[in-house]
């Protein structure tokens, strides 16, 4: 990647999270990254932890000035990019993070077909992101690679139907939310069970990546990884069947079906 030079639309959450993990992995340096925020504060602030990044002092002066540009706004704020930005990206590579919104609307919006859809998740700051990506047609092969290596410097990258990505963005964009949600109940009954706060946190969050390894690396079906774990009148059963009668299941199914619709909404 050396020489690709890299902008963000936008210094927010997710700008951050790319940014830190693309120089952790040793990617692309600080330098070749540039960041434009309408608070000049947000982009310097996202400097002062990476020093060589630069601070645009318009998205203009990112489009004309960088290889690739990472639209990092929210969608709501995408018609204001549009009118910025539409008709000035020829030669560039686009890369929307936007939740929902089509690449069919980006590449109207933009005036370039060379767009890539992008759902990554703020967990690729320390190189664990989950990442699915979609091409437009004016996107090439090459194009692909390159964004496909960027976010797998991150974390995993999956190229998907784009008709895949608001499932994604439900699942995986949405879901450290929810997964902090869960390792701060956990740490809530370890502390109601009598465990000091940060002993309960560590064991928590340490019990949930640990789960995850074991899902990833072994291949196992969570399903007997679970069963392994249950003692026949042990405690797990007693646990499990608690998670059970309170419906943790069917809500964790409904809440991944509420934020897949919610995406599809916010490109309408
Ligand atoms: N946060 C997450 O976990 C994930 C987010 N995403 C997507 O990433 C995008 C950004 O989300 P997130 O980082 O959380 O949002 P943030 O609000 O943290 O960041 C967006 C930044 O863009 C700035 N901004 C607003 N309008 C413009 C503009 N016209 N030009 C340049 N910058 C602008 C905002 O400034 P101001 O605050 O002043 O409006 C803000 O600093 C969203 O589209 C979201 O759907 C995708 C995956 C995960
Ligand atoms: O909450 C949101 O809309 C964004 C998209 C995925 C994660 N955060």
């Known amino acids: 990647m050396a020489g690709t030079t890299l902008g963000f639309i936008g210094a927010g959450q997710m700008a951050r999270a790319l940014a830190h993990g ?23 602030k996202l400097a002062s932890e990476l020093p060589g990044l630069k601070v645009a002092a318009s998205n203009v002066a990112i489009a004309s000035s960088c290889d690739v540009v990472v639209l990092a706004v929210k969608p709501q ?15 560039k590579l686009v890369v929307s993070i936007a939740a929902g919104i089509s690449l069919a609307k980006l590449c109207e919006g933009l ?8 759902m990554p998740n703020t967990p690729a700051l320390v190189g664990k992101g989950a990442s699915a990506y979609a091409l437009a047609a004016g996107a090439t092969a090459e194009d692909g690679a ?3 290596k960027l976010l797998a410097a991150v974390g995993t ?14 699942l995986s964009g949405s879901g450290p939310a929810y997964v902090y949600l869960i390792i701060e109940a956990l740490s809530d009954g370890g502390v109601k069970a009598g465990l000091p706060r940060n ?20 291949g196992e079906h969570p399903g007997v990884l679970k069963d392994a774990v249950a003692s026949p009148g042990g405690t797990t059963i007693a646990g499990l069947a ?23 909404e916010l490109g309408k």
């Open 22 to 44: 693309f120089v952790s992995a040793k990617l692309l340096d600080a330098s070749s990254l540039t960041a434009a925020d309408p608070v000049p504060a947000a982009a310097e």
């Open 77 to 91: 704020a995408m018609s204001a990019v549009y009118q910025e930005l539409g008709g000035k990206l020829a030669g």
């Open 111 to 118: 005036k370039t077909q060379r767009v890539v859809r992008v």
């Open 146 to 148: 390159l964004v496909g």
């Open 157 to 170: 990258a999956h190229q998907v139907d784009e008709k895949l990505l608001d499932a994604v963005t439900g």
């Open 199 to 218: 002993l309960s946190t560590a064991l928590a969050a340490q019990t949930v990546l640990g789960a995850a390894e074991m899902v990833l690396a072994r």
């Open 242 to 264: 608690t998670l059970e009668d309170r419906g943790v299941r069917g809500a964790l199914i409904a809440a991944v079906d509420a934020a897949t619709k919610r995406s599809a």
